[in-house]
Structures are given as structure tokens and as C-alpha cells.
């Protein structure tokens, strides 16, 4: 599905490409970090199909000459090698992402998760205000990332809080089985767009403030910031989370900021441009 266009480019572009459970959303990005245009299609199952369809997208930009590639992922990544090791919702094991892209595009490419590269971006914006920030990306899954004074922390560059184990229902789940966008679908037959009223909010708050208590106390960053599908509609349950939130506040253990994502459904293709720039270009 095409999203936006603008002017054939041949300046210092890069591409920046956002694997989603459901869809991928491609972009080609300028030097100054501005998107120029972009595509968006669904993810296909089968790994082949996926290259062919990026393959066929890429070809329909604008963009002629990319300085580099960043690609995320929506799973466990082997940095050393550019591979996508295993994916939440994707059944893809060990494909060699980094070097197919290399070899559709001709240009050097970096991999990694979506949740650390959305984490990145959103945190950077606040990088005047907050040094520790954490991400969490609530869409088709539950992702999480962490930032320390502008950096992806390489302690947690490899959480994965939506899989999380806690009871719901008298059984042991992940935190994502019942909190995620998905979830939410299965659970009351509605998108989060279609929901408005207070009674429902709140059971969703209720759901996703159970994990984000653990990770409050595991991690106590200075500032959470939600993303994802989920965090485009953050003003609908705001309140309703910050107040389930307070009542597992400790002294040692209180509630941070909680903010929405500034760019929810681009915060990972704008990680991808940082991580692109700053392993192949300048970043001021």
C-alpha cells in the first residue's frame, strides 16, 4: 500500500525498513533524518515470499542511490553475523536477513529489534529531560527496550518483557497473551480503535500494568514511554493506567513518568536511520 511520495532523490538516502508481525512498513529516509516516502504491505509467512515482496517495494521508491540499510525485526537477533534468529510471531528461524538485504540493495546493512530501535528513537527525543528510558511497544506482541544516555543498553538489547510468565485466568502465560493488541482483539472482539468505553479501558490497564510493575522494579527508569499500536491510543487510558499503576507503588519501587510515543507507528524506522547513520555515516 502505497503511503507517501515526493521527488526522485539521488542524494545521501537511507532505507530503513520496520518487519512487523502483521505488516512492513519501508521507508526511505535523507541525511537530516526526514522521511521522504514511504510503503507499508503485509508481512508475509514464508521468508522467500517476504524478500520478493520487499524486493518488488523497494524498486517502487523514489530514493535511487542509499548510503546504507537498517532493518528491524521483531525477535532475537545475532548482531555478529545479521541474523534473524528467532521471531515472536513470525515463523522464520536463522534467516540470513543482513546479507539478503546486502544483496537486494547493494548497500551496507544493519539488523536489530524492532523494540531496541523504537526505543532509540523515542529516546533520543527525550534525552534532554530523561538519561534511562524505557520503551514498551504494545502491538501484534509486548516489546521492550532500554536506553541509557542516548544508547541502546547492551545489558537488556536482548529482553524480551513480553514474554514475561505470570497467572491470568489460574494459568501461568506470557504478558503478551493477554495484554497485547492481539490479545485485546481476541479477548473483546473489538481493535483498540473501536473502543471508547471506561469499563473496558480499564481492564486493559489493569492487564498491561501487571507487567510493567515487574519491569518498573526490575529496571526504575526515569521515564516509560509506550509505543505500538496500543500507544496510539494512550490518551484513552492515561489515567486509568497511571491509577492502577500507584497502587503497587513502595518507597522503594515509585511510578515514573508514563508518556506516548512522539511517532508510535514510525518510532522504529526512525531507529533504523539512527543505527544505519551512526555505524555507516556521521551523526551529529
Not at 514475561?164 to 497485547?180: I, P
Not at 526512525?270 to 555505524?279: E, H, P, Q, V
Request: aromatic share 10%; glycine share 8%.
Amino acid at each position: 500500500m502505497y503511503i507517501t511520495a515526493a521527488p526522485r532523490y539521488t542524494w545521501n538516502m537511507y532505507l530503513c525498513i520496520d518487519v512487523g508481525g502483521t505488516k512492513t512498513l519501508v521507508a526511505s529516509v535523507d541525511d537530516e533524518g526526514v522521511v521522504q516516502e514511504s510503503y507499508k504491505f503485509p508481512t508475509p509467512k514464508d521468508y522467500q515470499a517476504f524478500l520478493t515482496q520487499l524486493t518488488e517495494t523497494i524498486d517502487q521508491l523514489e530514493a535511487v542511490d542509499f548510503h546504507a540499510v537498517g532493518i528491524a525485526v521483531p525477535g532475537l537477533v545475532d548482531r555478529e553475523h545479521g541474523l534473524g534468529v528467532a521471531f515472536g510471531n513470525l515463523p522464520w528461524k536463522n534467516v540470513p536477513i543482513q546479507a539478503d538485504l546486502e544483496r537486494i540493495t547493494s548497500c551496507p546493512t544493519i539488523v536489530d529489534n524492532d523494540a531496541n530501535c523504537a526505543a532509540l528513537s523515542e529516546g533520543l527525543l527525550l534525552r534532554k529531560d530523561y538519561n534511562v528510558v524505557l520503551y514498551v511497544t504494545i502491538g501484534t506482541g509486548i516489546g521492550t527496550g532500554l536506553i541509557v544516555d542516548g544508547e541502546i543498553d547492551p545489558s537488556f538489547e536482548d529482553t524480551e518483557g513480553g514474554l514475561m510468565l505470570m497467572e491470568h485466568d489460574d494459568k501461568l502465560v506470557r504478558w503478551q497473551d493477554f495484554a497485547s493488541g492481539s490479545a485485546i482483539f481476541r479477548r473483546f472482539n473489538k481493535r483498540a480503535s473501536e473502543i471508547d468505553d471506561e469499563k473496558t479501558w480499564k481492564i486493559i490497564s489493569r492487564d498491561i500494568a501487571r507487567g510493567m510493575i515487574d519491569l518498573i522494579a526490575t529496571i526504575q527508569p526515569e521515564v516509560i514511554v509506550i509505543g505500538g499500536g496500543i500507544g496510539t491510543h494512550f490518551k484513552k487510558y492515561e489515567k486509568l493506567l497511571g491509577a492502577e499503576l500507584k497502587k503497587y507503588e513502595t518507597p522503594l519501587t515509585t511510578t515514573p513518568p508514563i508518556r506516548q510515543a512522539q511517532r508510535p507507528e514510525e518510532a522504529v524506522v526512525y531507529g533504523c536511520y539512527t543505527i544505519a547513520k551512526r555505524k555507516y555515516g556521521y551523526v551529529r
